[in-house]
């Protein structure tokens, strides 16, 4: 279904790109330049056998090859992947569906609501701790950090990406001329353009070296790497790799980190980092002490963390949060309330905001009511 879904997103993404590159008075060379079979709009409409053939041996084949210059991390990605609907009529009914839904004429998160849903579907889903944010928390932990175009913003346990997603939107917002913006009824702004965004050198940072995502799941890296493509990011760096495990060697490289890692999930403790001082198997604790050293000094951090990580009696709660108040400036704590991550998990949560460097002297409290 991700898949399918980026199919036709990707044709509409490059409509989009192209009005972009008008906007900006430079040339767009389009995805599909010799290839204009591979067209959802082209082959939605074939019969159902003809579908399944062109998908399968055309399409599929066509898009795992989709190359941004000489490094690819989507078709690193790709390279493994199968399409594994076998039943044409099925392919036919998923492709009819997706249609009438319209996906680009929607609220833009609506591609994220399905990637829920499917999520939802998965047996390990809430084994792996992998579930959505909901947007408008994504929204305001982006703010708080205020990323911009010469940050190197990172995402630790990248699920579907959308905090880097949100990261690069916000920067171009920043760069887009006011009176071209646009805000929809939930308060999403759209049209963005980036004209301010002058320097072509600029634009290839953006597209390939500020957002850096990291997660174990192979599932989970090609659906991040696919929707960063489809927002407008082209070499999305994006890895498979446990951060938390000894393979994972990265220190003091990023000046932003925004994340949702896993509440309850666990790791063998012999394959735990060595450069991570916390003894405990817990990964929301770990994760946070991860993030403590991924940062240069001065580099800020949103975190979406349980309620123990702030009240936890264990040596390593109390551990970690000597950590924040000693080594970081802990600028605020914002408690949010049991519902927000529903159905996924009823625990209570909140997002602490820090600086690396330095130590706390105050902390700024605020507590969320409904769902934010």
């Not at 998908?55 to 990605?77: A, L, Y």
């Not at 390990?124 to 940050?151: C, E, S, W, Y």
């Not at 997603?165 to 009824?185: C, F, G, M, Q």
């Not at 929301?284 to 001065?298: A, D, P, W």
Request: proline share 4%; aromatic share 10%.
């Amino acid at each position: 279904m991700s898949y399918l879904i980026f199919m036709k997103r990707l044709e509409d993404m490059d409509i989009v790109e192209e009005r972009r590159a008008s906007a900006r008075k430079i040339p767009y060379t389009p995805i599909f330049s010799g290839h204009d079979e591979c067209r959802w709009s082209n082959w939605k409409n074939y019969p159902a056998d003809q579908m399944l053939t062109h998908v399968r041996d055309v399409v599929f084949p066509f898009i795992k090859t989709i190359s941004n210059g000489e490094k690819s991390r989507f078709s690193e990605h790709m390279k493994d992947a199968v399409f594994i609907i076998a039943k044409a009529s099925l392919l036919q009914e998923a492709v009819s569906i997706l249609d009438r839904m319209d996906i680009t004429a929607r609220n833009r998160d609506t591609q994220g609501d399905i990637y829920e849903y499917l999520l939802s579907q998965l047996s390990t889903a809430g084994k792996n701790g992998q579930f959505r944010t909901p947007r408008h928390i994504i929204r305001m932990m982006v703010g708080l950090v205020d990323p911009d175009i010469n940050d190197r913003v990172c995402y630790p346990a990248c699920g579907t990406a959308g905090f880097l997603v949100n990261a690069y939107e916000h920067i171009i917002r920043r760069y887009t001329s006011p009176d071209t913006l646009k805000v929809d009824e939930d308060g999403e702004y759209t049209n963005l353009v980036g004209d301010h965004i002058t320097e072509p050198a600029h634009w290839e940072k953006l597209w390939s070296d500020i957002f850096y995502g990291f997660d174990f799941d192979s599932t989970m890296t090609r659906i991040s790497v696919m929707n960063m493509m489809l927002h407008g990011i082209r070499s999305p760096e994006i890895h498979i790799i446990d951060t938390l495990s000894k393979r994972y060697t990265e220190e003091e490289k990023y000046s932003v980190i925004l994340a949702n890692p896993p509440f309850k999930g666990s790791i063998d403790k012999s394959d735990i980092s060595d450069n991570l001082s916390l003894t405990t198997t817990k990964t929301e604790l770990l994760f946070v002490e991860r993030m403590v050293t991924l940062l240069v000094t001065g580099g800020r951090c949103s975190v979406i963390v349980p309620d123990g990580v702030l009240f936890g009696s264990s040596n390593a709660h109390k551990n970690l949060r000597k950590i924040l108040l000693e080594t970081c400036q802990l600028e605020g704590i914002v408690s949010m309330p049991s519902g927000v991550f529903k159905p996924y998990a009823g625990v209570s949560t909140a997002v602490i905001t820090f600086v690396k460097g330095g130590s706390t002297n105050r902390v700024w409290f605020y507590n969320m009511e409904s769902d934010g």
